[in-house]
């Protein structure tokens, strides 16, 4: 599968394949991430949120895991299908905005059958 | 349950004019907040509410103003449209005010010309 280390804004996988999409975040006092996926058209749809007392959290197909020391955050999904084919957002909480989602720069993933 | 719901989808006006947006919340979340997405970028904090009170601002000019009802769902109004407000608007409920899945409406279309 891909496997990619700084953030990229495309990514290109087959069918089936692992990817992993990488996001890195601004604020280091952020204690809250959520990855967001968004179709053309619609708005972003929730996939999996971590909090900053955990390195690892996995949900159906996906995985997120959160490197504190780097300020990095990504996310796996597994058994990639056509359908996963969208733009994905990281967003971190940043209380100095009174709980405001700030969002990373987005990856468009590509799956091809 | 329905999900979170935006109106209008679409919506063209011309520059100088005032737009109303509107967002109904899911079921039992107090939290409301706007942001602005402009094509091919992340979505920007512009409002957040919870119980009805401002808990956070982005950095938008005072043209944009919001409010909250009781029954929690909100509007967000844009006075003296300029071309660069067109952008995909899109409304975030969660339960609480502070680090809680934030789940998102499929948006309102702006269009300034």
């Known amino acids: 599968g891909e496997s990619v280390g700084l953030h990229l804004p495309t990514l290109s996988v087959q069918e089936g394949d692992n990817s992993i999409i990488n996001c890195a975040y601004s604020?280091?006092?952020?204690?809250?991430f959520i990855w967001y996926k968004q179709e053309s058209g619609k708005g972003p749809q929730f996939i999996i949120d971590i909090r900053s007392n955990m390195d690892k959290r996995q949900g159906q197909r996906v995985t997120v895991l959160l490197n504190k020391t780097v300020k990095h955050l990504s996310l796996q999904i597994a058994a990639t299908q056509p359908g996963d084919s969208a733009v994905y957002f990281c967003a971190e909480i940043s209380n100095q905005a009174g709980t405001a989602l700030i969002f990373g720069k987005g990856t468009t993933l590509s799956v091809s059958s | 349950d329905a999900g979170v719901t935006q109106s209008p989808t679409h919506l063209i006006k011309t520059r100088g004019q005032q737009v109303t947006l509107r967002c109904s919340p899911i079921?039992?979340?107090?939290?409301v907040s706007w942001y602005q997405q402009v094509l091919g970028q992340g979505p920007q904090f512009i409002f957040q509410?919870?119980?009805?009170?401002?808990?956070g601002r982005g950095n938008f000019p005072d043209r944009f103003s919001a409010r909250q009802f009781p029954n929690y769902s909100s509007e967000l109004n844009v006075n003296a449209l300029l071309l660069g407000d067109s952008a995909l608007y899109l409304c975030a409920s969660s339960f609480g005010g502070t680090g809680t899945e934030a789940f998102f409406g499929q948006g309102t279309r702006l269009t300034v010309v």
């Open positions: 604020n280091s006092a952020s204690d809250y």
């Open positions: 509410y919870y119980e009805k009170e401002e808990r």
């Open positions: 079921s039992g979340h107090k939290s």
